[in-house]
């Protein structure tokens, strides 16, 4: 299973970006999705997640700013993120089943 995230980058506090997950070798329709994120020094936390039948979750840090979606037929996860602010810098991982994603890095600046 591979899972290649894409789309960080430089953000301004109150700007927007967009992650995206590709996964390949996995039966992809099947599995709930996962955005992690990791920033210095601390634990990774999960930030939001997407169920087969495209239920979702978000840490309620999140919640209202950001949004998971998935496109079955391309194999795709996105994540978009308005509003960013200062801590939401961080790697951000997917995941899916046990497989995690390489990471991309998200800096929001003041």
């Known amino acids: 299973v591979q899972l290649q995230a894409s789309g960080g980058g430089l953000a301004q506090v109150g700007g927007s970006l967009r992650l995206s997950c590709k996964a390949i070798g996995l039966n992809f329709s099947i599995n709930t999705i996962a955005w992690y994120r990791q920033a210095p020094g601390t634990q990774r936390e999960l930030v939001a997640s997407?169920?087969?039948?495209?239920?979702?979750n978000y840490a309620d840090s999140v919640k209202g700013r950001f949004t998971i979606s998935r496109d079955n037929s391309r194999r795709m996860v996105y994540l978009q993120m308005n509003s960013l602010k200062p801590e939401d810098t961080a790697v951000y991982y997917c995941k899916a089943s046990s497989a995690w994603g390489r990471g991309t890095l998200v800096t929001v600046s003041s």
């Open positions: 997407i169920s087969s039948g495209g239920n979702t």
